[in-house]
């Protein structure tokens, strides 16, 4: 199949979408083309959109969050086939580094993401290198198999933390990263997952996902009650899946002592202030959590015993990109997911 052009989205000023043509290029034989069936919107893309993302600054193609049909590949891939239903994982690494050269790439010197550098999903088409690219199994859908990625997010971070059976652990932030944080605790074991928003909505969701208890903290003290709750002990593990300096000092207040908490979300603001005393006063652990390594093989079985379906909310054409983010950035439209269907 022959392809001369693509379109694709790009955010070129806050709240405002364009799309251009682009050249579909040669292929190197390390990588393959990706007719794009589903893109899923990203917290990420919503800092892009609103031109707060702190590593991304405008303009910038979107998505990165996938699933499409292979087209053709490079002369060096063996592994797939034309008609072949994948997803692949966005990141760029320099692949000379020392973290590289010893595995651990989600630690490159030199990492980056597609969309960054202009091979954002947000598109009909998309290149990929073959290693980076999953074949989906017949239980995801293209909707559903483009949330591998976030999945993948979520499973890294699960991991990081080492949640152990018996635990309690707090997750701020009922988007789907953290109820995504939640289905995974649980399945590894957490006695009880608890689960605090601001949506009544989105906490009725994350029951249905395996949270134990939810906190609507826009309405009830999260810290007060997470002491009620753990008879003044504090929680095991704390997610924090939000960005903000509020919900970073629950994710550290809530703790017990040794308590360790583990922070995903993006940061608009990034200098915040906290207590440093609580560190040494209760030994606190806090961590930080991003993107994946060696983790889609494991979100891919894993989102077999997840309902992903439940996810999606909302469904767009690619023309109609400006409309999803507008849906995706407002609460009063209860989205989950704003899936882009080219």
Not at 53 to 73: N, Q, W, Y
Not at 109 to 124: P, Q
Not at 183 to 212: H, N, P, Q, W, Y
């Amino acid at each position: 199949m022959s392809v001369e052009k693509g379109l694709r989205g790009r955010v070129y000023e806050p709240e405002k979408v364009e799309f251009f043509e682009f050249d579909i290029p040669v292929l190197k034989e390390d990588e393959v083309l990706i007719k794009v069936k589903s893109s899923a919107i990203c917290g990420s893309d919503l800092h892009i959109f609103k031109g707060k993302h702190p590593s991304a600054p405008l303009p910038v193609t979107i998505g990165h969050e996938m699933a499409g049909d292979v087209v053709r590949f490079g002369a060096g891939v063996t592994n797939l086939a034309e008609g072949d239903r994948v997803t692949f994982e966005p990141c760029i690494v320099c692949g000379t580094c020392d973290a590289c050269l010893h595995g651990t790439y989600g630690y490159c010197e030199n990492i980056s993401y597609t969309y960054r550098n202009g091979e954002g999903t947000m598109a009909n088409y998309v290149v990929a290198k073959a290693k980076y690219v999953y074949q989906l199994p017949d239980y995801l859908t293209y909707d559903t198999g483009c949330l591998v990625e976030p999945l993948s997010v979520a499973t890294h971070a699960v991991k990081r933390a080492n949640i152990r059976i018996g635990e309690t652990v707090l997750i701020i932030g009922a988007g789907a990263i953290g109820m995504m944080v939640g289905a995974i605790c649980r399945k590894c074991g957490a006695k009880d997952v608890i689960i605090a928003d601001f949506s009544d909505e989105r906490l009725a969701m994350a029951k249905e996902l395996g949270a134990t208890i939810t906190i609507n903290s826009g309405k009830i003290d999260l810290e007060e009650e997470i002491a009620k709750l753990t008879k003044g002990k504090g929680v095991d593990k704390s997610f924090e899946c939000v960005g903000r300096e509020s919900t970073f000092l629950q994710a550290m207040m809530t703790l017990r002592r040794n308590g360790l908490a583990t922070i995903i979300g993006i940061f608009e603001n990034p200098n915040i202030t906290i207590p440093a005393s609580r560190f040494v006063t209760h030994e606190i652990h806090v961590q930080g959590a991003q993107g994946y390594c060696w983790d889609f093989d494991d979100a891919i079985s894993i989102a077999k015993e997840i309902d992903m379906e439940k996810f999606v909310t909302h469904k767009y054409p690619l023309d109609q990109l400006q409309q999803g983010l507008e849906t995706a950035l407002n609460p009063r439209t209860g989205s989950i997911k704003v899936i882009i269907n080219p």
